[in-house]
């Protein structure tokens, strides 16, 4: 009987891995820069992403807010609302943006509504 909690286990682990990989990629980032983010190493992603070790219960919140999803996504469980939010990337763009001078923030704020204006054309 423990056999096969143990198997269930693995499996669980490998098909969080897997969700983990997606969720990660979706969200442009390399193995390397997830590490950062997490301040873990690369070495250990790669063994999270193919279910070789678990991920730490305590770990699972920064990966949800990083992934710009729901626990219940993260975790694959089919009736879970995903929040998307700004990608990892964009986060720190618009933190280093904040701490330009006024002049230049006022550039980039000009430079992005003229963008996003032209899209909504």
Same mark, same amino acid.
């Given at each position: 009987?423990? #056999?096969?909690?143990?198997?269930? &286990?693995?499996?669980?682990? +490998? &098909?969080?891995? !897997? /969700?983990? #990989? =997606?969720? /990660? ?18 070495? %250990?992603?790669?063994?999270?992403? !193919?279910?070789? /070790? ?7 919140? #920064? ?17 879970? !609302? #995903?929040? /998307? ?19 230049? =923030?006022? !550039? ?9 204006? %032209?899209?909504? +054309?």
């Amino acid at each position: 009987m423990m #056999t096969g909690s143990i198997g269930n &286990d693995a499996k669980f682990f +490998r &098909d969080l891995g !897997v /969700r983990l #990989t =997606q969720l /990660r990629k979706a969200q442009g980032l390399t193995q390397i820069q997830f590490a950062k983010l997490l301040q873990v190493s690369q070495q %250990q992603i790669a063994s999270y992403e !193919v279910g070789r /070790r678990r991920i730490p219960i305590s770990m699972l919140p #920064t990966l949800a807010k990083i992934l710009g999803t729901s626990f219940e996504n993260l975790l694959g469980i089919a009736n879970g !609302v #995903t929040k /998307r939010g700004p990608t990892p990337l964009l986060q720190q763009q618009l933190e280093q943006l904040s701490h330009l001078p006024r002049t230049k =923030q006022r !550039v980039v704020n000009e430079m992005l509504t003229g963008i996003l204006h %032209q899209s909504n +054309r």
